[in-house]
């Protein structure tokens, strides 16, 4: 086409490919004629698609497009023109004159003289060329707007989508770490219940033996619990253990052991007493072999007796000012040269140093016990299943310290002695408590 004149494909319908008859606009920019876009949308109940673009609307939504339908009959001879149409030019049927004027106003083409009339002289116009001109740029700066709108609601909706997925993201997580604390807040309770009743019939149980004759109760599964007169005097009395761990009502399983000293294993400055129940630190070296089971560097010696299996305890006396150190140690701990005791060296142990205590658990912790007193007989606890072992105060009962739980892996686990300064000595114990 020519300049100010619009092409023939913006002035026909793009379904029937003729020029627009009663033109409507859809949201997307596009213009049909009103019975064709009928036709298009005529089995459909929803989501109804442009024709040009296939943008969808969820609404039959469609504008009469006035000034279109005038711009098209006002410029069917130009777009003639440019499509080699026999050119027909449009007359004023009143005045008969040619339609060479738009009024803006009104927004209808017309002729100069129907503008110069009462009705029209007072509305602004242009020629039928300029107003053609003004929609075709106008048209094309609706469409861009549009597309920028379309672009920006899209953005939106996926910004909003989202959002949302992140929102039930997150509350689902919120919701499985509510039943992860129900389920363990619950687990928690069920254990410290159980606990509660275990604790509770023991001590109706204890409270029962209590109340039965020594003689009685000793056959019942009571512990045997020295006086300060030593053991075996006439002052000794028998009360339950202060630590139920250490005399339960199932006694069977905790057995008292008498302890005697293995001199195969000996360092060769201690000296063993002849019924080998005590061990003190001699003033020469003792021309002993040096075979493999004797410590060489350590002042060690280990107890005869080994354990696989079941509870058991024995009492060591101390003498005052001396310094030595008691516990277990694994059948496989090292002999020979110098020796770390802790746990992870397979050694459990306290060192006694006058009225202090250490729990040898590494050798970056050496923070002293706090105890009320410091005993001079400490009872050894060992319980092979459980892999724990604790030292009390033999006299009252009351705790020194208890390891955390090892696994002794079916090794045997023999008592321990060692010291710079060393004198220990074994109580005399009861029997098993059963």
């Known amino acids: 086409g020519t300049s100010g004149v619009l092409q023939h494909s913006e002035l026909t319908c793009s379904v029937c ?43 039959r939504n469609v504008k009469p497009n006035r000034q279109l339908r005038n711009i098209v009959e006002a410029s069917r001879k130009l777009t003639r023109e440019s499509t080699k149409e026999p050119e027909v030019e449009r007359v004023c049927e009143k005045h008969q004159r040619a339609i060479d004027v738009f009024c803006q106003v009104e927004e209808m083409p017309m002729c100069a003289v129907c503008h110069l009339s009462r009705d029209h002289r007072e509305h602004p116009a242009v020629p039928i060329e300029e107003a053609a001109e003004d929609y075709k740029v106008g048209n094309h700066g609706t469409k861009e707007l549009e597309t920028e709108k379309q672009k920006i609601v899209s953005e939106f909706q996926q910004l909003s989508q989202f959002l949302k997925e992140q929102e039930l993201l997150l509350l689902a997580q919120l919701e499985e770490l509510n039943k992860e604390i129900k389920k363990r807040r619950a687990e928690y309770v069920a254990k410290l219940s159980e606990e509660i009743s275990s604790f509770s019939s023991l ?16 056959q019942a599964g009571g512990c045997l619990v020295h006086s300060p007169a030593g053991a075996g005097s006439v002052t000794d009395t028998i009360r339950p253990s202060p630590r139920a761990e250490l005399c339960p009502s199932r006694s069977d399983l905790l057995s008292a052991v008498h302890v005697t000293l293995d001199p195969d294993t000996a360092h060769p400055e201690l000296v063993l007493s002849a019924d080998r129940k005590s061990v003190r630190r001699g003033d ?18 280990l107890g005869c007796e080994g354990f696989t299996s079941g509870r058991h305890y024995w009492e060591i006396e101390l003498k005052e000012g001396e310094v030595c150190i008691v516990g277990v140690a694994r059948e496989s ?4 040269g110098d020796i770390d005791f802790n746990p992870e060296q397979g050694i459990w142990a306290v060192l006694c140093n006058e009225d202090r205590y250490w729990a040898l658990t ?33 006299g009252t009962g009351d705790p020194i310290f208890t390891f955390p739980p090892a696994s002794f892996a079916g090794e045997r686990i023999r008592p321990l002695f060692s010291g710079p300064l060393l004198f220990v000595s074994f109580s005399s114990l009861p029997g098993p408590c059963s």
């Open 17 to 59: 490919k003729d020029y627009f008859k009663d033109p409507v606009s859809l949201d997307c920019g596009h213009n049909f004629c009103q019975a064709c876009i009928t036709q298009c949308w005529e089995a459909l109940s929803t989501n109804f698609p442009c024709p040009e673009c296939r943008e969808t609307f969820p609404q």
């Open 284 to 301: 020469t070296w003792q021309a002993l072999p040096d075979n493999p089971e004797r410590f060489d560097t350590e002042l060690c010696v």
């Open 203 to 218: 001590i109706r149980e204890m409270e029962q033996k209590c109340q039965q004759p020594a003689s009685e109760f000793l």
């Open 362 to 394: 590494s050798p970056d912790d050496l923070s002293p016990l706090s105890l009320s007193r410091a005993p001079r007989r400490i009872r050894v606890y060992l319980d092979y299943e459980r892999g724990q072992v604790a030292f009390f105060d033999a």
């Open 333 to 336: 701990v090292s002999r020979k």
